[in-house]
């Protein structure tokens, strides 16, 4: 079992930034990806980026070159640095770690982008 518990987040205006963190506890040496997940209202979760336990990040097209991924698989830490923002990107953003076939989510915590 992976507990998630994210932090950072809030209100930025367009073109601002944020940063979101999250920190896995219980059994993370079963993690092989982390990374941060988006759900705005009446749409659908969509993966924002991914970071493998060897380091490879994976960007969702729409935040390529504004957002940044960082993190230790190993030591069970994902951050994610959010340039540039625009207010189509307010959402709940969830932190996921992936162990084999068994995704893992946190509690989920609010972005919003003012114009």
């Known amino acids: 079992q992976v507990l998630l518990v994210e932090s950072g987040g809030g209100l930025a205006q367009a073109g601002g930034s944020l940063r979101l963190s999250c920190k896995a506890s219980?059994?993370?040496?079963?993690?092989?990806?982390m990374g941060w997940y988006r759900q705005a209202p009446g749409k659908q979760r969509e993966l924002v980026a991914s970071?493998?336990?060897?380091?490879?990040?994976n960007y969702a097209d729409s935040v390529k070159g504004r957002f940044t991924i960082s993190g230790n698989n190993a030591k069970g830490t994902v951050n994610l640095q959010m340039d540039n923002l625009n207010p189509e990107e307010t959402a709940v953003y969830y932190c996921?770690?992936?162990?084999?076939?068994?995704?893992?989510w946190g509690q989920g915590i609010q972005v919003t982008v003012s114009s």
């Open positions: 970071i493998t336990s060897g380091g490879r990040p």
């Open positions: 219980g059994n993370i040496f079963s993690i092989n990806v």
């Open positions: 996921n770690a992936q162990s084999g076939i068994t995704y893992y």
